[in-house]
């Protein structure tokens, strides 16, 4: 368990959060301050269902910003997904273990494959891709989310439309959707930007399975999601005590184990490391 520390980095007097980091909180405390705290992460692989998933979001984000122009072919979105997969393996370390290469690459054809017959014509009416939203969880805008809607979209209704890409290989039930923060977040930024008024329909679109769920919030609940957010980050800046998880799919923990070692031992020798590298540059 690693202790003390002090909490997040500001910028202009602001300190900025996101899903994800606070997911890592939740998830690992002892993680979230190597990463966010002492800025010492181990060289960890990255794993093929996040690179599958990267590469999935990059090929539809390309798709999106083409049909603005074109009409695109279901071939040249594969080729484009193909030529940037066989690009980024060969520049990033990908940790293969319960499926190949070639198994990963063959997911990501389906999905994109699923998904252009499904969507063809793409007459969406897009607002934006990779939309930033950012917004203040108190008055004093001390405390900040931040995140990027993968496309944000106008209904034919007039209600603003959160769409969101996912390569899970597993289906999050119902009551799950509804207790959702990534996209709830997404919908409070929106809300700030375009007016309290507006209404804003939240899509997530199940690439393994093909699937649209969509689903809403009300006033009351993303108020309430902005409270227990802000009680969340200050907890986080009064951790004395981080934690770890010890979970099978944490990578830094997964870390640990696999080089028989522990969060003070890495941090002395990763220190070690600095010195050493400093010392060559001299």
Known sequence: ??????????????????HSRLWLYESCPEF?????????????????????????????EWLYHQVKHREVTVDELI?????????????????????DE???????????????????????????????????????????IQGFIDRLDMGEDGVYEVHDYKTNQSMKKKEEFEKDKQLAFYDIGLRETFGKDIKVRLVWHFLNFNMKIVSERSPEQLE??????????????????WSSCNGRYCDWCKYKRENKITYDEFIK???EIQKVSLSLLD
Do not use: C
Not at 4 to 13: H, I, L, V
Not at 37 to 49: A, H, L, Q, R
Not at 82 to 93: F, H, L, P
């Open 102 to 144: 070639m198994g990963g690459y063959n997911k990501g054809v389906r999905f994109l494959t699923d998904y252009y017959t499904k969507n063809k014509p793409f007459n969406q009416k897009v607002i934006a891709i990779e939309h930033k939203i950012l917004f203040p969880l108190d008055d004093e805008g001390k405390y900040k």
């Open 269 to 271: 020798s990763y220190e």
């Open 224 to 241: 309430k999601l902005k409270k227990e957010t802000l009680e969340l980050v200050k907890k986080i800046e009064s951790t004395t005590e």
């Open 79 to 99: 080729e484009h997904f193909t030529e940037n997969w066989i690009k980024q393996i060969e520049e990033e370390e990908i940790e293969i273990e319960n499926e």
């Open 1 to 18: 368990m690693a202790r003390s520390g002090k909490s997040e980095e500001r910028k202009n007097g602001e300190k900025i959060f996101s």
């Open 32 to 60: 979230y301050k190597l990463r966010y705290i002492d800025k010492k992460v181990p060289p960890i692989p990255v794993t093929m269902p996040l690179f599958l998933g990267t590469a999935t979001h990059e090929s539809l």
